[in-house]
């Protein structure tokens, strides 16, 4: 069993670093990138510490944490494709052009070649428009920093956030069978990542019921979770518990990935093959 499983492993390795190589020939746009992230930032969180200043302990975070938050989600927002992008992106369009034909002919898996570039250009984005934000709100505000375990944990939560984010972007993309056009679909998918994903802001100041059900949703796991990892509100049971939802999140995903890609090899007649 370890015979074919190197090569493979070799092969979805080499995928990802191409990919990453991909993203980092686009410079230009990473620094402008870098520069609105920063700008957002800045703006958001001086738009939290007057938020904080009139309720010092909303959602159970200190201003100096809520100030974080800011930031982390700053760093995770290209990470994850918060608005769609990435590998998912490429599927769309080859299912449109039909194109993926090609990628169906391969002798690999397509969901784990799409999901080893997706790992590239998410890892291409963390060191670039993740870290560089970063540390200009630390400079400026002054953030709070992890435990080695809390930064671990973040890490191992920042992965996991990247799969999830790419299954639930594939499901979107994968509409396209039936579709021909998965526009809309993208659409949709952004508005509901982008207000229960704890960007806009923190799942935990919703109102009890949509408080509990947004925080069940994979969307958390995008930047909720990693933020709250990170600022030491999961530590100890509690991290695990929460990275183990997002494992959760990423298995039943990727799988119903697999079942939907099955069913549309199967049945559905590709636009333009």
């Not at 494709?81 to 490429?90: I, K, P, R, V, Y």
């Not at 599927?91 to 590239?120: C, F, H, K, N, Q």
């Not at 530590?235 to 990935?257: E, H, K, R, S």
């Amino acid at each position: 069993m370890s015979g074919p499983l190197h090569p493979q492993i070799s092969l979805y390795a080499a995928i990802a670093t191409r990919s990453f190589r991909r993203y980092s020939t686009y410079t230009a746009a990473t620094l402008a990138g870098i520069f609105t992230n920063s700008v957002f930032g800045i703006i958001l969180s001086f738009a939290y510490l007057a938020l904080w200043e009139q309720n010092p302990s909303a959602g159970g975070y200190e201003a100096d944490q809520a100030v974080t938050f800011v930031w982390i989600g700053q760093a995770l927002l290209m990470t994850v494709a918060l608005w769609s992008g990435g590998s998912t992106d490429d599927l769309a369009e080859r299912i449109r052009t039909g194109d993926i034909a090609v990628d169906l002919y391969r002798p690999v898996s397509v969901l784990g070649w799409y999901l080893a570039a997706d790992l590239g250009r998410g890892l291409y984005h963390f060191a670039t428009r993740g870290v560089a934000p970063a540390i200009v709100g630390a400079l400026l505000f002054g953030l709070v920093t992890p435990s080695v375990v809390g930064a671990a944990g973040f890490l191992v939560s920042v992965v996991l956030a990247v799969v999830v984010s790419f299954a639930v972007r594939f499901l979107f993309a994968a509409s396209a069978f039936w579709l021909l056009d998965a526009t809309g679909p993208r659409v949709l998918l952004s508005v509901l990542a982008t207000f229960f994903s704890g960007l806009t802001l923190p799942l935990n100041l919703f109102p009890d019921g949509l408080r509990q059900v947004a925080l069940a949703l994979p969307f958390a796991s995008y930047i909720q979770t990693p933020a709250d990892i990170w600022l030491g509100r999961h530590t100890g049971l509690d991290m695990i518990a929460a990275i183990g939802l997002q494992v959760l999140w990423a298995v039943v995903l990727l799988a119903t990935c697999a079942l939907v890609l099955r069913a549309a090899t199967r049945k559905v007649v590709v636009q333009g093959g």
